[in-house]
């Protein structure tokens, strides 16, 4: 089955760490690919997305994501992070579930937190 | 500019009731999509609504069903509630169904549904 998967489920950094986390999907054709940040007591909201064109992507809040189609990846980065970035983060894949038609699906998660 | 709101926040229901969650989508929206997030997990796509007909659909039973009205809000129900439907329900809004699926889409704080 099609999937989004997210192998860094916990992840505690000191501030002004880098930072990167994994995606990987398991689908061989054109997708459209989003990282969505939850701050603790906030809303799902998004920090980058990619449908074409370069793939490196730059988002919100210094974040950028790199999209290596070779390697079914859509890696989130960002240089330097603040205790500010303390956060769940979600990719996010559509997926076609036949019929021309296609699912947003998410990966499970991956909480930082930061340390200042 | 208001964004995305639902209602109930918090709500708790017996094995076996019927429960309905409202949603209404941000301003100059016409798309919503409902989702379950399990606790420690990523949303799941239940299904989406996009002029008053469901459009696309995820693996969810049918017992879970929902509606659209004119002014593009969504109510979401779910009959003969089970213990494993405890989670918290998502909505989301966008504006049309692009290609390959969803476009950017913006989150509601949830409704937490506690079955016991």
């Known amino acids: 089955a099609q999937s989004v998967s997210q192998h860094n489920h916990h992840v505690i950094l000191s501030e002004a760490a880098s930072l990167e986390l994994g995606c990987n999907y398991s689908?061989?054709?054109?997708?459209?690919l989003f990282w969505y940040v939850q701050y603790p007591g906030q809303h799902l909201q998004l920090l980058l997305k990619?449908?074409?064109?370069?793939?490196l992507v730059k988002g919100i809040k210094g974040f950028e994501a790199e999209f290596i189609k070779s390697k079914f990846s859509f890696n989130l980065r960002k240089p330097s992070v603040q205790w500010s970035d303390t956060a769940e983060y979600f990719c996010?894949?559509?997926?076609?579930?036949?019929?021309?038609?296609?699912?947003?699906?998410f990966g499970r998660g991956t909480s930082l937190i930061v340390h200042p | 500019d208001a964004g995305v709101t639902q209602s109930p926040t918090h709500l708790i229901k017996t094995r076996g009731q019927q429960v309905t969650l409202r949603c209404s989508p941000k301003?100059?929206?016409?798309?919503v999509s409902w989702y379950q997030q399990a606790l420690g997990q990523g949303p799941q796509f239940i299904f989406q609504?996009?002029?008053?007909?469901?459009?696309q659909r995820g693996n969810f039973p049918d017992r879970f069903s929902g509606h659209q009205f004119p002014n593009y809000s969504s109510e979401l129900n779910v009959n003969a509630l089970l213990l494993g439907d405890s989670a918290l329900y998502l909505c989301?809004?966008?504006?049309?169904?692009?290609?390959?699926?969803?476009?950017?889409?913006?989150f509601g704080p949830g409704t937490r549904l506690t079955v016991t």
């Open positions: 990619y449908f074409s064109g370069d793939p």
């Open positions: 996010a894949v559509n997926l076609p579930s036949g019929g021309g038609s296609y699912i947003p699906t």
């Open positions: 989301a809004s966008s504006l049309g169904v692009g290609i390959r699926g969803y476009e950017e889409q913006y």
């Open positions: 301003s100059g929206h016409d798309t």
């Open positions: 689908y061989g054709g054109t997708v459209n």
């Open positions: 609504y996009y002029e008053e007909e469901e459009r």
